[in-house]
């Protein structure tokens, strides 16, 4: 039977007040709407207890599995707002599609596209007031869908029993400084990811363990961390939080191919598909750091960018590292621009969805 998620209002909704006073100052990840997406899973029975109820802390037991053995994935995706007040999602399958695949790597079970798409759907018709007018810049309704072991039991085995729900946190860019190019920091002493390790899984241990090194890029006035692969080192692997890209003087987008160790992001995979739009040629490739750096440094490589659902492109100034630094530019790229205008033109129905990307819900 299809999931439902049928609504238990809050019996304190926020005020049009509040929330246009979070409007118009959203910053990013703090603020979240009236209600939640909520079901559980458990063995021998699947899903059930499907529902949307007013946003609320979790009641765990200590024992609970995430707690311990951190057996948990997550997704990010964005509702917009179009000009005519209409609302959309972005290829939601894709997210849909990858949350199964990570929590099949983390032993956790499938939530069916269908229920996912429902359980997004119904969260944001409750809460559409929540979704921020674009305006002239890039606001919209962060959805974060998650799924953590939530059995009390202390051995090392999957869970038994598994929640799941979606939260909503209206947001304005990822960045403090908006589309300001960010410098990054180079890693040689930590991995993220290594063969048959959970890289290209969407979980939370992923993004615990980048959590130092993305210290220490701070310390160094950078704003994410670069990891190189696990096994050689020489690779260029992705960010803390986000996917890699370069663009060569003569028209070439160059991102690290994906090879189980790097995440599938939905906006690296719209990237290469508007850059061949706009006249780059894009290419998923191995690509070492030497190279990039060497590339960067002789000029070659005109432009680089971090790439995201919360970050959507982010131009690169600079690649710092403990060997020296690599300068891109102060200013944000012209293709990195285009790009980013091309993917969120689409997001916010300013441009023609020729790719039949977008999904609408209200
Ligand atoms: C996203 O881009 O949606 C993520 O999940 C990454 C995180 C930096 C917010």
Not at 113 to 138: H, I, K, M, N, Y
Not at 304 to 329: I, M, Q, Y
Request: overall charge negative; aromatic content about 8%.
């Amino acid at each position: 039977m299809p999931l439902t998620f049928p609504l238990t209002p809050t019996s304190t909704p926020s005020t049009p007040d509040t929330i246009a006073t979070i409007h118009a100052d959203p910053g990013f990840g703090v603020h979240f709407t009236d209600h939640m997406a909520v079901a559980t899973w458990c063995i021998g029975e699947g899903w059930s207890g499907d529902a949307v109820v007013p946003y609320r802390p979790f009641e765990l037991d200590p024992a609970s599995a995430v707690l311990h053995y951190a057996q948990e994935v997550f997704e990010g995706l964005k509702a917009y707002r179009h000009a005519d007040g209409s609302i959309w999602l972005f290829r939601p399958e894709r997210n849909a599609q990858r949350m199964i695949a990570s929590a099949r790597r983390l032993a956790l079970p499938a939530l069916p596209v269908q229920d996912f798409l429902t359980s997004l759907e119904q969260l944001v018709r409750v809460d559409a007031a929540w979704v921020p007018d674009a305006g002239g810049g890039e606001a919209s309704l962060y959805l974060r869908p998650f799924m953590f072991g939530n059995e009390a039991f202390l051995g090392v085995r999957a869970a038994h029993r598994v929640s799941y729900a979606v939260i909503a946190s209206p947001v304005g860019p990822y960045f403090a400084g908006g589309v300001k190019p960010v410098n990054i920091w180079y890693t040689d002493e930590y991995s993220r990811a290594g063969k048959g390790g959970t890289g290209a899984a969407k979980c939370g241990g992923n993004y615990a363990s980048s959590l130092l090194a993305q210290q220490e890029a701070a310390d160094n006035g950078c704003s994410q961390v670069l990891f190189a692969d696990a096994g050689s080192g020489v690779n260029t692997e992705e960010l803390g939080g986000m996917n890699i890209g370069v663009i060569t003087a003569d028209g070439e987008l160059i991102t690290p191919a994906l090879t189980g160790t790097i995440l599938e992001g939905v906006t690296r995979d719209s990237i290469l598909t508007v850059a061949a739009d706009l006249g780059l040629r894009p290419v998923a490739r191995t690509i070492t750091l030497a190279e990039i750096f060497d590339r960067v440094d002789s000029g070659d490589i005109v432009e680089a960018f971090a790439c995201g659902t919360a970050a959507v492109l982010t131009p690169v100034a600079e690649f710092r590292s403990k060997d020296g630094n690599h300068v891109v530019g102060s200013e944000p790229g012209e293709r990195t621009m285009q790009l980013r205008s091309a993917v969120l033109d689409i997001q916010y129905g300013r441009a023609e969805d020729t790719h039949g990307w977008l999904r609408r819900v209200v």
